[in-house]
């Protein structure tokens, strides 16, 4: 975790804290932050790269995915809780009263994969204990400093205080990265331009193909499976080997000659190449990834363990796919 202090105040956040989850799937929800209608092709509409969540810290525990990682369990003002992951690579803002009680603002990039569970479970990328007495803007900024979601521009000063994550300064360009942005007054134009005070440049991150899958171990119930590596389809979406996981968590896999499915225990099923699984009689489920075949083995993603074999954490994390059954089921 990334250590940073900032005088505690009054947080009024650009990214608005969205209203948490109000059922088992809805885990990705709309940005609120402006209404820039106006601003929006016909075609596609523009999106903040991240989104925010807050809540009250009701427990803290060690999160046994990365070294000193923490799950931190908040709650929404609607009671609605969230299990938040902090790693040594999240940039935190007052770490040092990161205790229950306090309110943790988290933001989180809504372009990367979430798997299906409740509560749900969030990575931050960036997060502040408690209250801060400035603006707080978190987004990948283009060639012209303006947010993904057209809802604020940068005019950088020779004031502007900009700085790394280890808070050494940064001397590079600040287009096309994911930055921090704390500010003051900002202008009522769409966007909003606003001088900064203080620019984090966060830490580049591999997006998209990952080079190094074959090289990444598959952990089921915290054991490695020795000889098992996930693979990665067209689309950059990392898949599991859908036998040796599945049956780690005690399911059995088969093949339906007359219907040419896969199976898998006694209610599911589903085709190579098309992402439409069958549940208990119920098709159509999509999980926006088909499986794949690779070498005479089955691969699904990983939110196929989460969504239908009661697998409570089905992520990646470091050069680690971790699939964990939930205790009891």
Known sequence: MKIRKIAAATLSVAVLSMSMFTAFADIINESTEADTDNQVSEEKELKSRFMSIKGVIKEISDYHG????????????????????????????NIDKLAAGESLTVFYDAQKPMILIYPPQISAEAAIVG?????????????????????LKLNVSEET???????????????????VVLYGVSTKSIPAQTNPTKI?????????????????EVVVNREILEGVKPVQNDDGVIMAPVRAVSEKLGYEVGWNQEEQKVTVGELLSFEIGK????????SGIQLYAAP??????????????????????????????????????
């Open 292 to 329: 794949i075949l690779v070498d005479g083995t089955t691969y699904v993603p990983l939110s196929f363990f989460s969504e239908f074999l009661n697998a409570s954490e089905a992520h990646i994390l470091n050069s680690q796919v971790i699939i964990t059954k939930s205790e009891g089921l």
């Open 161 to 179: 205080e900009i700085v790394s994550e280890d808070e050494s300064k940064f001397e590079g360009e600040l287009y096309n990265r994911k930055l």
């Open 131 to 151: 209250e801060i007495d400035l603006n707080i803007k978190v987004d990948l900024f283009n060639d012209d400093l303006i947010s993904a979601d057209n809802f």
């Open 275 to 282: 992402d439409d699984y069958t549940m208990d009689d119920t």
């Open 66 to 93: 990365g070294d000193g990682a923490k799950m931190v369990a908040i709650e929404d003002e609607n009671e609605l809780p969230s299990n938040i992951i902090i790693t040594k690579d999240t940039y935190v803002i």
């Open 200 to 216: 984090i440049v966060l830490d580049e991150d591999e997006l998209g193909i990952i080079e190094d899958v074959e090289g990444m």
